[in-house]
């Protein structure tokens, strides 16, 4: 079993509208996420990381982390065409040791004039 | 300049046949990964150079070797390539310290005929 699964699988969204799309770890240990981006030919970019209870905002990304549940989302507001992408959702326990991370599956996002 | 480098960006192998990927990157990074992503399935950790030292995943151990020559590159090998070996082949680098966002490489996709 995935020990981050993300939801939904896709999702489509009209230009200028909200994206939101959701993660959850199985695994008490992983305290910290990120969120990843990937282009077709490209290599995942991180968008942003959040370690924290509560909301983070970066433009307009906003991330949400709730520790007890381990449950994680990420809302793009606004959304244009170049945010049409697949969206990973990535884990890792709090460490100050090199560590890799958990990936999920990804949310593939797609935005429609 | 934030770029991690893959080369080749396409391999194709013979089963039974040795392959070696290639990874560079220059913002002077102590930890280089390495993940394989297979088709709907999400980046698995393979392994990572925390400076001079390796750390590989147990699952994968006796599959993949590493070297680290030096910071700026890393390598993959792969002593006898088998059908099950065709991935992409994503490879990132990062500062411990510091937040620890992991920096991706556009992949190497490799193919085992």
């Known amino acids: 079993q995935q020990k981050v699964q993300q939801s939904p699988e896709s999702l489509s969204v009209p230009e200028g509208g909200m994206a939101s799309f959701n993660c959850t770890s199985s695994?008490?240990?992983?305290?910290y996420f990120w969120w990843y981006r990937q282009h077709s030919g490209e290599g995942p970019k991180a968008l942003m990381?959040?370690?924290?209870?509560g909301d983070k905002k970066e433009g307009r990304f906003t991330a949400h982390l709730n520790k007890a549940s381990l449950h994680v989302s990420l809302h793009i507001r606004d959304s244009q065409p170049s945010d049409s992408a697949l969206y990973f959702c990535?884990?890792?326990?709090?460490?100050?040791?090199?560590?890799?991370?958990?990936f999920g599956l990804g949310t593939r996002v797609s935005v429609f004039p | 300049d934030t770029t991690v480098k893959q080369n080749p960006r396409y391999k194709l192998a013979r089963v039974g046949k040795p392959v070696n990927l290639i990874c560079s990157q220059t913002?002077?990074?102590?930890?280089m990964y390495w993940y394989q992503k297979k088709p709907n399935q999400a980046p698995k950790l393979l392994l990572f150079?925390?400076?001079?030292?390796?750390?590989r995943e147990a699952d994968t151990f006796e599959k993949f070797q590493s070297s680290r020559p030096n910071n700026s590159f890393c390598s993959l090998y792969i002593g006898s390539a088998g059908l099950e070996y065709s991935a992409m082949y994503l490879c990132?680098?990062?500062?411990?310290?510091?937040?620890?966002?992991?920096?991706f490489g556009p992949g190497t996709r490799l193919t085992v005929l």
């Open positions: 913002m002077n990074h102590d930890t």
């Open positions: 990535a884990a890792s326990e709090p460490s100050n040791y090199a560590q890799g991370l958990t």
């Open positions: 150079y925390y400076d001079k030292i390796l750390n």
């Open positions: 695994d008490r240990n992983f305290q």
């Open positions: 990132a680098s990062s500062r411990t310290l510091g937040g620890r966002e992991q920096y």
């Open positions: 990381s959040i370690f924290s209870d």
